[in-house]
C-alpha cells in the first residue's frame, strides 16, 4: 500500500463511522477523510423516543474522528465525479463549520449516506411529520388532538407506543395497511397489540393511506380520518446522489454492489447501509437496519484493507440474530430471528424485552464511536 492512498467515507451514520473506524486501525497510512452534512451524531434508532420529548444521546463527530487521525470535512456532498474520482461539496446552511475544500479526490470511496424520510403518497411531504432523521424529529410537536401514525412496520410502532405513554392526553391512531409486526410470529404480533392496546394507542389495521391531507388522511376505500397531527412512518427514501453520479443503482437508486460490497459499475466504489443493496441470507436483499449498516461498514473497511495489501477478501456473510422493538420505556419485545430473518419461536417481552432493546441501542451507539 502507497501512504498515499486516500480514502473518503460518504456518511458519518452507523455504517460510515463503522467503516472509518475500522479502516482508522486496518488501513494504516491511508489517508481516511470522512464527509457529512450534520456535526454530531445522534442515535437515530432512538429518534421515536426525541420525538416523545426525550434527551438523546449525541456526539461531536469530529472530535471522535480526530482522536483516531480520521479527517471530518463538515459538508453538504453536492455531486460524485466517478470518472475524475472528485467528491464535489457545498456549505452547510447556517453553520459554524471550518472552511473545506470545494471538492475532495479520492482513490476509494465508500458510500454511506444513509436514507431519510420516504415522501409516500400525494400529500404527505406536505402536511406529514416523520421521525425519520434528527431534524425531522427535533421539529415534531405533538398537541392534545389526535395524533396519527401511518405505518405498522417498527418505527411506527415505537413512535404509536412512546407517544401513548409520554401524551396521555392526545388519542394515538396506529394506521396499517397490515396487522402491526405483521412479520413478527403470533405470539409476537398478540404482545404488540396487547401493549400498545394498554398504552391506549387504537389500532386500525387493514387502512391502506391514499392521501395526506392537511386535517388527517384519506383511505383507499375513501374514509377520511381526521388527524390533527399524522406521522408518516412507512418506509424510507435515499439519496439520489448515487443515482445522479452514474453508479449502477437499483430502483430506489440505492448502489448495487457484488459479494464485497463493492459496486457493480465503479469498483473502487463500496457502499454500505441503508443507501446499499447488499444480498443477504436466503436470497433476499438485507433489509435497512441500524443492525445491517454496522456489519457492512465495517466489512467494507475490511475489504478495502486486504485489498490494499494485495489480497482479495472473503466475501460477506450476515445472518440474522434478533429484532428489537421499544414499547414506551417500561416494556419491549425481541423476537428472535433465523438466519434469513424469519421469525424464530423465542420472544422476549415486558421489562426484560425493554432492557434488553436498551442495552442492544447502547451497544449499537458504542460500535458506532469509532
Ligand atoms: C425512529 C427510528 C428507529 C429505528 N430503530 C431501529 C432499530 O431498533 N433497529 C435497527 O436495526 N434499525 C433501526 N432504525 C433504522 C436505522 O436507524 C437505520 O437503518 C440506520 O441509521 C442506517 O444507518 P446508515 O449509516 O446507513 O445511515 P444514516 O444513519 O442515515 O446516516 C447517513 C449519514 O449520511 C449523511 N448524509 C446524507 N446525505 C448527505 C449529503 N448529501 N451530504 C453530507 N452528508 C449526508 C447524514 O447526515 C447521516 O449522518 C430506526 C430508524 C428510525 C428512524
Redesign the pocket.
Known sequence: MTGEHRIVV???????LAAAGRLASRARGARITV????ADFVE??R??QRAAGQEIPRWDIREALEHKKVHFVR???RDIDVVGGLVLLDDVAESDAPAHPAALEYDTLVY????RRDTGVPGAAEYALS??TPEDAATLTVGRGTVAVVGGG??GI??AAELAESHPDSRVLLLSSEEPAGWMSERARRYVRGALERLGVEIMSGAKVAEVLATGVRLVDGTIVDAETTIWTTGFGV?D?ARRAGLAVDGHGRVRTDATLRSLSHPNTYA????AVVAGPGDRELR????T?LPT?KYTADAIATRLRGREPREFHFRYVAQ?LSLGRGDGLIQFLKADDTPARTVLTGRTGAWVKERI?RGAGWAAKP
Open positions: 460518504l456518511g458519518a451514520g452507523y455504517a460510515g464527509v457529512d452534512a450534520r437515530r434508532v429518534l421515536h459538508a453538504r456532498v454511506a449516506l444513509g436514507s421521525v425519520a417498527a418505527t415505537e413512535l439519496p446522489l454500505a447501509g441503508d443507501s435497512m437496519a441500524c443492525a449498516a461498514g428489537c441501542v
